[in-house]
Structures are given as structure tokens and as C-alpha cells.
């Protein structure tokens, strides 16, 4: 009898172990290699029924893709704050503090955050961490000088922080706390941008209102298009920085949560030249990724 006992119990467990592993992976058809992209996706009515890969649609330049893997991501989030420290950024120092605090208090067990402020050079603010008070005693060395080297902090926030860690980390974002001007980077923007695809860095944004009123820059994209470009482009979204708690919650619980890994083999397409994605789910699915594939080529 107790050997019978012990083997409902593991029975039991095993059980259970599977249903909640079901809740949160979606169906994999394959191994993961080829081409990778990092997918948000969820069933609009909350359901926790797994997203198959016969949910899904993939296109590149309009050309249909096969999927070959689709899988839930339960690894943890790197995040690296990254935020406009220049001496006319439209916010005090007080609330930048506050804004980027805010995820200090959301992140989940395993998640780690790094914080950067800018202006015409990239100054780190707390390296690797999930401590809530060393970044609040941290956030203390935050003051407005300078301008904003945008897309310079940027490039080194790629080379120098996230890229160190892959390939093994996929799971990575930055948050962008400014309103997305640059004033004298010698990055150019496309490159930038591109890197982020290539590495698929998702960029999501607090964005405070735009210091130049939306004026016409020269060989630069205007404030606003940049934080446009960069979260749409990589697959992230867009929050107002009044809304910095609301933000940290949804970016925090939709890494934890709605994060999956996606390759194919492209087909009928050039990888020498830049592909649009482009990637649809059946009715009651919301998804997103990046808005393009940078070509193999430097």
C-alpha cells in the first residue's frame, strides 16, 4: 500500500508539473537556430492556453516564412535604464529618479537592471543588480549638464552591456527615459538602430515631451521620431513618463510572461539586404516584433 501510495504522489506531481508547464510554453516544432526573433504574444481574453505556431504567420518583404521554432522564453530580463541626464532635458532630477525606480520595485526573482545616464558620454549609474536601495542611493549621482549624446549612449549600451552577455542571455531590453533628442552623437542613428534589430535588443521608452517643439533638425531625425522609431522598430512600446509606474508593471510583467523565441530559415529573400518582418496571429492574439531584419553585411 505505500508503494502504491508513493507512486500516485509522484504520478501526482508529474501531473501537475505538466499542466503548469503547458500554461506557459507555447507548441515547439523545431530546434532553434537559423534566424531568431524575440516575440511578445498573448491571447487578448487572458487565457493561459498555449500560442502554437500554427497560430502564426511570418512574412519577410511580403514573403511567407515556414516557422520552424516557437517557444516560450521563461529565462530572466535584462534591463538597462537608460536615461537623458543633459542639462535641458524636460524633467527634474526628481522625477527621473522616481521613473526609473519604479523598476527597481517591479522586476521579478532572477531579473537584474543596470542603469546608465547620459549626456555627451555615457556614465554608469549602477552596474548589474536587484537591489532597490542601492540603485535608489545610486540614482543620488544623477544631475543635468551638457547635451545628450543619444545615439553614442546608445551604441555603447549595446557593445559594451548587452552584448557581453550574449549569446546566452536573449532576454534583454532597454528602457529609454528622455524624450529622444540627440545633439552632437557621431552615431548615426540608422546604425544604431539596425544593431538593435540585429542583436534583437528591445527598446521601450518614457517619453517626456519633445524640448525642440517637434523643430526641424538638419541630418537628424526630430526627437520624437527617434523614440518612434526605436521602440516600433525593435518590437517595444511607447509610455508617457507621467505614467512611469504603470510602465515598469507592464514592461516587467510582459517579459516575465508574454517573452518567446521564434527561428526560421529565410526563403526567397536576400539576407545581404535589409528584410522588413512582418508577423500576424489569428483573432484574440496580440503579437509583436522588431519591424526589420538589417542585412549580413557591415
Known amino acids: 500500500m505505500k508503494k502504491i501510495w508513493l507512486l500516485s504522489f509522484i504520478l501526482l506531481l508529474a501531473t501537475s508539473f505538466s499542466i503548469a508547464q503547458s ?17 511578445v504574444a498573448r491571447r487578448d481574453n487572458g487565457s493561459t492556453e498555449p500560442i502554437k505556431v500554427e497560430n502564426l504567420s511570418l512574412y519577410e518583404n511580403s514573403i511567407e516564412q515556414k516557422i520552424n521554432n516557437f517557444s516560450f522564453d521563461p ?17 527634474s532630477v526628481e522625477v527621473l529618479k522616481a521613473a ?132 516600433e522598430g525593435t518590437g517595444g512600446k511607447i509610455f508617457p513618463i507621467e505614467k512611469a509606474q504603470e510602465a515598469a508593471k507592464f514592461i516587467c510583467d510582459e517579459l516575465k510572461s508574454n517573452r518567446y523565441l521564434l527561428s526560421y530559415f529565410p526563403t526567397n529573400t536576400s539576407t545581404f539586404d535589409a528584410r522588413r518582418v512582418f508577423i500576424t496571429a489569428q483573432e484574440g492574439i496580440s503579437i509583436r516584433t522588431k519591424a526589420a531584419q538589417p542585412p549580413n553585411v557591415k
Open 23 to 39: 500554461r506557459n510554453n507555447a507548441k515547439s516544432t523545431g530546434s532553434l537556430e537559423g534566424t531568431i526573433l524575440t516575440v
Open 100 to 231: 526609473a525606480m519604479e523598476f527597481a520595485y517591479e522586476i521579478f526573482d532572477g531579473d537584474q537592471l543596470f542603469a546608465i545616464a547620459y549626456d555627451t558620454k555615457p556614465e554608469i549609474i549602477h552596474e548589474w543588480t536587484d537591489d532597490a536601495k542601492k540603485l535608489e542611493t545610486a540614482f543620488e549621482t544623477l544631475r543635468k549638464k551638457d547635451n545628450p549624446y543619444l545615439f553614442d549612449a546608445i551604441a555603447a549600451t549595446t557593445k559594451e552591456v548587452l552584448l557581453p552577455l550574449m549569446p546566452g542571455t536573449r532576454k534583454t531590453a532597454i528602457v529609454l527615459i528622455g524624450d529622444g533628442l540627440d545633439r552632437g552623437s557621431k552615431s548615426k542613428f540608422e546604425d544604431v538602430l539596425a544593431e538593435l534589430q540585429n542583436q534583437n535588443i528591445v527598446v521601450y521608452a518614457l517619453q517626456m515631451p519633445d524640448r525642440t517643439g517637434g523643430a526641424f533638425r538638419r541630418n537628424q531625425p526630430k526627437a520624437g521620431k527617434v523614440i518612434t522609431e526605436l521602440t
Open 75 to 91: 529565462s530572466p530580463a535584462k534591463i538597462v535604464l537608460l536615461i537623458d541626464n543633459s542639462q535641458t532635458v524636460p524633467a
